[in-house]
T-cell receptor
Framework: EAAVTQSPRNKVAVTGGKVTLSCNQT?????MYWYRQDTGHGLRLIHY???????EKGDIPDGYKASRPSQENFSLILELATPSQTSVYFC?????????????FGPGTRLTVL | QQKVQQSPESLTVSEGAMASLNCTFS??????FRWYRQHSGKGLEVLVS????GEKEEGSFTAHLNRASLHVFLHIREPQPSDSALYLC?????????????FGLGTTLQVQP
């Protein structure tokens, strides 16, 4: 089974500060995704990547940047954190090569911006 | 833009009674459907994935897809209190369309002993 890990698991940041959330996957999947989960909105896609060096905007990219330096790692960057970015963030990886497409999620990072 | 809606918003059943959850989607060209479970404060656990009309069983979970009616159902056979969680339906168009998932808001299931 795919292994997706996230760090940190919990983070408290100040408004205007820079926050970096990290994700690592060990199953050599090409695609990686960042979602946020909020009550009343469900999970929404922020950024995704097709492979090392690529990043694409998802449905709610404003205020976020992404970086995919390698196949295994995908980071989400908040250059100027705001209280509206308080949420739970999930990373996922997936690949459809050789069969039906599956997507596996990490345990989540709870971010609080004060 | 694909829309995914789930009903009911919350459901309470007695231990051992069948639980049925409903998910409707808006795009008939969707070809990837999956149900996830999320216990409070935890990550998402995939329960069952289905890619063609009909039924797919994984343990006590059965997904039923009817693309003509834009519905995908999840039936939980003999649920236990440990099955109490948020159940999420997710729909995508597969790797050819980025593979990104569109989620419903979920159904909160409470299983009473």
């Amino acid at each position: 089974e795919a292994a997706v890990t996230q760090s940190p698991r919990n983070k408290v940041a100040v408004t205007g500060g820079k926050v970096t959330l990290s994700c690592n996957q060990t199953n050599n999947h090409n695609n990686m995704y960042w979602y946020r989960q909020d009550t009343g909105h469900g999970l929404r896609l922020i950024h995704y990547s097709y492979g090392a060096g690529s990043t694409e905007k998802g449905d709610i990219p404003d205020g976020y940047k992404a970086s995919r330096p390698s196949q295994e790692n995908f980071s989400l960057i908040l250059e100027l954190a705001t209280p509206s970015q308080t949420s739970v963030y999930f990373c996922a990886s997936g690949d459809g090569l050789g069969g039906p497409y599956e997507q596996y999620f990490g345990p989540g990072t709870r971010l609080t911006v004060l | 833009q694909q829309k995914v809606q789930q009903s009911p918003e919350s459901l309470t059943v007695s231990e051992g009674a069948m639980a049925s959850l409903n998910c409707t989607f808006s795009d008939r060209s969707s070809d990837n459907f999956r149900w996830y479970r999320q216990h409070s404060g935890k990550g998402l656990e995939v329960l069952v994935s289905i890619f063609s009309d009909g039924e797919k069983e994984e343990g006590s979970f059965t997904a039923h897809l009817n693309r003509a009616s834009l519905h995908v159902f999840l039936h939980i056979r003999e649920p236990q209190p440990s099955d109490s969680a948020l159940y999420l339906c997710a729909v995508s168009m597969g790797p050819g369309n980025t593979g990104k998932l569109i989620f419903g808001l979920g159904t909160t299931l409470q299983v009473q002993p």
